[in-house]
């Protein structure tokens, strides 16, 4: 995000505000900023060519203060709360041996995902959003200090950890249109897909460390270990947030923004809305993670810490598809490339339940999770297109509950399909399903398979 505004200012250092007329012609010559790939080629050497467009753009962190600092609070409150995920997981587990129980973790936190999800939306686009970061974070952080307080006491009561994922998913919803929404205002626009990356890199960073750190705290400490963490890590959230300045959605706000006028929006943009039809079948169908309790100890004979492995494997290979996504700017066929890393994600799943090697198995989760990391940079990219500012705290809420509700409608659907079946048959089912919905798709829609980044249409 930008460097340190004025307390009245939101827009970047350099660019006008949305709306704004053009200003007028100066002497002074305007500061360079040019990302890495406008560069010329010619005097450079072709590795460094390659790397220059094969790496990430690191140009948003060097150049804007302010996403610097939320960029940095993101990565160490996401590396907390995959931990507590994990610790979550695990303790419910223990108390009922049961992947059904496990799975309805899922379940209790997809209603708030989805009513917050959706009116957090709308208030993002009529409320200060750096206050809603604020309210949101510190009540993630309040949660999670419930749950290091339940376990440290030893209540082993599954329903008091059922309504803090519930409470924790509210606040989660609630914030984060917001903190989507900030992005344009904090760093001009020729870097909002640079940002879109590092982003990107930030969650995987998270769900990467966090479920290994995790594990290893869970296994030798305890739960609570893992939830005291994650209580301490969002103080360098709250810290960028009370940082920036205020947030308020340009133009001028008429009464509350309805949630309907967002969906009647999405309603009108059929390729946006196969891209988002795309993700569900993704995540609904082919997220094993309730199952990784149960795999680690059928599957592998391990423990705790086997569990973290299962958990961060696919942020791995999703923080290298992040890393080394420099070469996504040059494909114009954007919905087909969603299309194919969803069905690479759905084959790579099936992969992993059909072997029962550990470090095999890490590596097809590690394969979905870079396919899964190519279909949100495009998925992200096409929501950009179609959203104008005054529709894009609306579409950001929709869209949080499309990535976070999804996957609770998966952890439910694996859950319940091994409890009458097996932990193996869930997952290899749920891959080739989410290929079958993937090819019905491409066959409803075959105008998003031509869709065209150099001339988009709805």
Same mark, same amino acid.
């Given at each position: 995000?930008?460097?340190?505004?004025?307390?009245?200012?939101?827009?970047?250092?350099?660019?006008?505000?949305?709306?704004?007329?053009?200003?007028?012609?100066?002497?002074?010559?305007?500061?360079?900023?040019?990302?890495?790939?406008?560069?010329?080629?010619?005097?450079?050497?072709?590795?460094?060519?390659?790397?220059?467009?094969?790496?990430?753009?690191?140009?948003?962190?060097?150049?804007?203060?302010?996403?610097?600092?939320?960029?940095?609070?993101?990565?160490?409150?996401?590396?907390?709360?995959?931990?507590?995920?994990?610790?979550?997981?695990?303790?419910?587990?223990?108390?009922?041996?049961?992947?059904?129980?496990?799975?309805?973790?899922?379940?209790?936190?997809?209603?708030?995902?989805?009513?917050?999800?959706?009116?957090?939306?709308?208030?993002?686009?009529?409320?200060?959003?750096?206050?809603?970061?604020?309210?949101?974070?510190?009540?993630?952080?309040?949660?999670?200090?419930?749950?290091?307080?339940?376990?440290?006491?030893?209540?082993?009561?599954?329903?008091?950890?059922?309504?803090?994922?519930?409470?924790?998913?509210?606040?989660?919803?609630?914030?984060?249109?917001?903190?989507?929404?900030?992005?344009?205002?904090?760093?001009?626009?020729?870097?909002?897909?640079?940002?879109?990356?590092?982003?990107?890199?930030?969650?995987?960073?998270?769900?990467?460390?966090?479920?290994?750190?995790?594990?290893?705290?869970?296994?030798?400490?305890?739960?609570?270990?893992?939830?005291?963490?994650?209580?301490?890590?969002?103080?360098?959230?709250?810290?960028?947030?009370?940082?920036?300045?205020?947030?308020?959605?340009?133009?001028?706000?008429?009464?509350?923004?309805?949630?309907?006028?967002?969906?009647?929006?999405?309603?009108?943009?059929?390729?946006?809305?196969?891209?988002?039809?795309?993700?569900?079948?993704?995540?609904?169908?082919?997220?094993?993670?309730?199952?990784?309790?149960?795999?680690?100890?059928?599957?592998?004979?391990?423990?705790? !810490?086997?569990? #973290?492995?299962?958990?961060?494997?696919? +942020?791995? @290979?999703?923080?290298? *598809?992040?890393?080394? %996504? /420099?070469? =996504?700017?040059?494909?114009?066929?954007?919905?087909?490339?969603?299309?194919?890393?969803?069905?690479?994600?759905?084959?790579?799943?099936?992969?992993?339940?059909?072997?029962?090697?550990?470090?095999?198995?890490?590596?097809?989760?590690?394969?979905?999770?870079?396919?899964?990391?190519?279909?949100?940079?495009?998925?992200?990219?096409?929501?950009?297109?179609?959203?104008?500012?005054?529709?894009?705290? !609306?579409?950001? #809420?929709?869209?949080?509950?499309?990535? +976070?509700? @999804?996957?609770?409608? *998966?952890?439910?659907? %694996? /859950?319940? =399909?091994?409890?009458?079946?097996?932990?193996?048959?869930?997952?290899?089912?749920?891959?080739?399903?989410?290929?079958?919905?993937?090819?019905?798709?491409?066959?409803?829609?075959?105008?998003?398979?031509?869709?065209?980044?150099?001339?988009?249409?709805?």
């Amino acid at each position: 995000m930008s460097t340190n505004h004025p307390a009245n200012s939101t827009a970047a250092p350099g660019a006008p505000e949305p709306g704004a007329a053009p200003s007028e012609p100066s002497d002074a010559p305007a500061p360079a900023a040019v990302s890495p790939s406008a560069l010329p080629d010619g005097p450079l050497p072709w590795h460094r060519r390659l790397a220059r467009g094969a790496f990430a753009d690191l140009s948003p962190l060097r150049d804007n203060a302010d996403y610097r600092r939320v960029w940095f609070g993101q990565a160490v409150s996401s590396i907390g709360q995959q931990m507590t995920a994990v610790a979550v997981s695990v303790q419910v587990y223990d108390l009922t041996g049961s992947s059904f129980a496990t799975g309805l973790v899922g379940l209790f936190s997809l209603f708030p995902l989805i009513a917050f999800g959706l009116y957090g939306g709308a208030i993002a686009d009529t409320a200060d959003r750096r206050r809603l970061g604020l309210i949101g974070s510190a009540g993630l952080a309040a949660v999670s200090a419930v749950l290091a307080a339940q376990a440290i006491a030893g209540l082993g009561l599954v329903a008091v950890l059922y309504v803090a994922v519930a409470a924790q998913a509210g606040f989660f919803a609630l914030s984060s249109p917001a903190r989507s929404a900030m992005i344009p205002r904090l760093v001009p626009a020729h870097q909002l897909p640079a940002a879109n990356a590092l982003n990107t890199v930030s969650m995987n960073l998270g769900l990467t460390v966090g479920p290994m750190l995790g594990g290893v705290l869970i296994g030798t400490y305890g739960a609570q270990a893992a939830y005291l963490v994650d209580t301490v890590a969002f103080g360098a959230t709250l810290y960028a947030m009370w940082r920036l300045p205020t947030m308020l959605p340009l133009g001028e706000r008429k009464g509350r923004a309805s949630v309907l006028d967002g969906l009647r929006f999405l309603r009108e943009q059929p390729n946006l809305r196969t891209s988002f039809l795309a993700d569900l079948a993704a995540m609904i169908f082919g997220m094993p993670r309730a199952l990784f309790p149960a795999i680690a100890v059928t599957f592998y004979a391990g423990d705790a !810490r086997t569990v #973290g492995l299962l958990v961060s494997a696919p +942020a791995v @290979g999703a923080l290298a *598809g992040a890393l080394f %996504s /420099g070469w =996504v700017g040059k494909v114009n066929r954007q919905g087909a490339a969603v299309l194919a890393a969803v069905a690479a994600w759905g084959l790579a799943i099936a992969a992993f339940g059909l072997i029962h090697n550990l470090w095999l198995g890490l590596f097809f989760l590690a394969v979905a999770g870079c396919a899964d990391t190519v279909s949100m940079i495009f998925r992200n990219t096409m929501m950009q297109v179609a959203a104008p500012d005054e529709m894009r705290g !609306r579409l950001q #809420g929709i869209f949080i509950v499309v990535v +976070a509700g @999804g996957p609770r409608l *998966g952890d439910f659907e %694996s /859950g319940a =399909v091994a409890s009458l079946t097996s932990p193996a048959t869930s997952v290899v089912s749920g891959g080739l399903a989410c290929v079958a919905a993937i090819l019905l798709l491409a066959a409803r829609r075959p105008a998003f398979l031509r869709y065209d980044a150099r001339n988009p249409t709805p």
